[in-house]
C-alpha cells in the first residue's frame, strides 16, 4: 500500500523559512504529480503549490513567491519551502501523490508560526 509521509513541521517565528518534506513509498510506478495543500479549522483544504512529471509547478496566488515546490523523483521525495512566514501561514500541511491516476494523502504536519 502506498505510504505518504510528511516531516519538517513546527514552530517557528515570523520571518522565517522552513522545508517540509513528503517521501512516497510502497510503489512502484512513478509519481504523475504531487502536491502540498493546507487546512485550517473549519475551512477546507486549499491548495499551496502542485509539480508535475518532477518539473512543472503550479502555485496559489496567494503563496506565490514565497514558496517553492521541488522534488527528487530519484527519491520520491518531495519538499516545500516556505520563506518570510507569516502567522497566517499556519495551518497542517498535507502533501498529495498521485500515482496512476489515484490520489494518496498524508497524515499532515503542523506548521504555527508565532512570536
Known amino acids: 500500500q502506498v505510504q505518504v509521509v510528511e516531516s519538517g513541521g513546527g514552530l517557528v517565528q515570523p520571518g522565517d523559512s522552513l522545508r517540509l518534506s513528503c517521501t512516497v513509498s510502497a510503489s512502484i510506478f512513478p509519481l504523475t504529480a504531487a502536491g502540498w495543500y493546507r487546512q485550517t479549522p473549519g475551512k477546507q483544504r486549499e491548495l499551496v503549490a502542485r509539480i508535475y512529471g518532477g518539473r512543472t509547478t503550479d502555485y496559489s496566488d496567494s503563496r506565490k513567491g514565497r514558496v517553492t515546490i521541488s522534488q527528487v523523483s530519484a527519491k520520491r521525495t518531495m519538499y516545500l519551502q516556505m520563506n518570510s512566514l507569516k502567522p497566517e501561514d499556519t495551518a497542517i500541511y498535507y502533501c498529495?501523490?498521485?500515482?496512476?491516476?489515484?490520489?494518496?494523502w498524508g497524515q499532515g504536519t503542523q506548521v504555527t508560526v508565532s512570536s
Open positions: 498529495q501523490a498521485t500515482i496512476r491516476g489515484e490520489k494518496y
